[in-house]
């Protein structure tokens, strides 16, 4: 089971707790792990990554084992960690303003 856990702005759209818990197939990537948040909560799409590009969204970052994992390619492994369940996968929402 892969562990995400989401920003309170998304837990609310979604009605879920601060944890949510996935099963994957295949490889855990970032593409894979957002494929299936979306399968599970459909009123996520769009809300994480574009609906025509698939890129993240700019005020959310991702986050796993202490490194930020918002710049690599959405296919690129996540960590074992994260694959294993260990660690969560973190989605923020970033802030900004003066």
Same mark, same amino acid.
């Given at each position: 089971?892969?562990? @995400?856990?989401?920003?309170?702005?998304?837990?609310?759209?979604? +009605?879920? #707790?601060?944890?949510?818990?996935? /099963? @994957?197939? #295949?490889?855990?990537?970032?593409?894979? @792990?957002?494929?299936?948040?979306? @399968?599970?909560?459909?009123?996520?799409?769009?809300?994480?990554?574009?609906?025509?590009?698939?890129?993240?969204?700019?005020?959310?970052?991702?986050?796993?084992?202490? /490194?930020?994992?918002? +710049?690599?390619?959405?296919?690129?492994?996540?960590?074992?960690?994260?694959?294993? #369940?260990?660690?969560?996968?973190?989605?923020?929402?970033?802030?900004?303003? #003066?």
């Amino acid at each position: 089971m892969i562990r @995400v856990i989401l920003p309170p702005h998304l837990r609310t759209l979604a +009605h879920v #707790g601060s944890e949510v818990m996935l /099963e @994957v197939e #295949g490889p855990v990537t970032q593409r894979s @792990v957002l494929d299936a948040i979306e @399968v599970l909560y459909p009123m996520l799409r769009g809300t994480i990554r574009d609906h025509a590009t698939q890129q993240r969204r700019p005020f959310l970052r991702f986050f796993a084992c202490e /490194e930020d994992l918002s +710049h690599e390619p959405p296919d690129a492994p996540l960590p074992d960690a994260v694959a294993s #369940g260990a660690e969560p996968l973190i989605v923020i929402g970033a802030i900004a303003g #003066g």
